[in-house]
């Protein structure tokens, strides 16, 4: 089963198995989401659970590679107080061109897209220079037992969910070129809400597709 | 900063109301892990043998709990006090019935277990405290 069927199937339980998270993690979120401006990408929007911490009066393109979760997310869209635009699109291959956005936005995405760096590069490079990445993500644990028991958990996750839970997405987020300017934990350190800024100076990523 | 959707949702009742909801499901996790292990570890088992099918036991209820307990309370909510219930109350557990199977009755069993899981799930949630404040520093809007 790939990405797209996995999230598809994922589409119809999702706002259910979230529920807890949703509601304990709301404030952390918009706070960070707090810091959004002008035209926008977010990447994974899902069902669209998180458009209520998004501030209004932004111009949003909400994206996801799978077109269940991007119908179950239209009326959450259509009823935003601000422009949004959803678009079935792999985080890996965005088809929007260079420097085009201020702001990206990502709430439990990079758990889940395959070759996070190369999702990650892309952001960069459709990022307008000192344009900002806010993540809300969850990572591995450096608590040795938690973190080997995330890793033992993957072997589930992936086959049945889709996410990893042991990723280090905050040095993945370094290594495509940005700028880690905060770094918060939200629950123990497996939750984390992440800020990172494309650097005026920092080169574009030799290995982003072309199109 | 736009303030107009910043507004917390998160009232004192409503956490209150989540880490009452932890203590239960991590009290369970520790009554269900010790009613397990007392039905699957016979007495005077190999003491380490027992540490170790205990400690597979908790970590099985543990995750069948979770798929109960994680959507209404969180997923990492759920996971992280389960996880330290359920491994390591498995394995004490496991220890304490095959060396002292007929001096604790399963009543008593059952509300050590009960009271693993509270305690664990309180520890957690200052070590959770303690892990948010060290990293917390205030992001102004530019």
Sequence with gaps: MNATETWNRSSRTYDWLTFGDDVRQGDDKRRLFAKACGRTIL?????????????????????DISPGMVEKAGPRAAAYEGRMELRVMDAQRLECPDASFDTAITACTFCSVPDPVRGLRELHRVLKPEGRLLMYEHVRSNV?????????????????????MNRDTVSNVRRAGFHVVSERNVYFDIVKAVEAVKRYETRMPSTAPQF | MDTRNTQPTMTGILRASFF?????AAATTGVVTTLAVRLIIPPDFDMVAAMMIGMAIGTIVHLLLGL???PLLGMFETMVPGMYVGMYGGMLFGMRDSMQHAAVSLGTALWVGAAFGVTVAIGVHLWNVQLRQASANEEGCE
């Excluded at chain 1, 990447?43 to 994206?63: E, M, R, S």
């Design chain 2, 20 to 24: 009452a909801g932890d203590c239960l």
């Design chain 1, 43 to 63: 990447v994974a929007v899902g069902t669209g659970a998180d458009i209520k911490f998004l501030p209004p009066g932004l111009d949003i393109v909400a994206i």
């Design chain 2, 68 to 70: 109960v307990f994680g």
């Design chain 1, 144 to 164: 040795p037992a938690v973190g080997l028991f995330l890793d033992f958990m993957t072997y589930l996750s992936r086959p049945l969910l889709g996410p990893d």
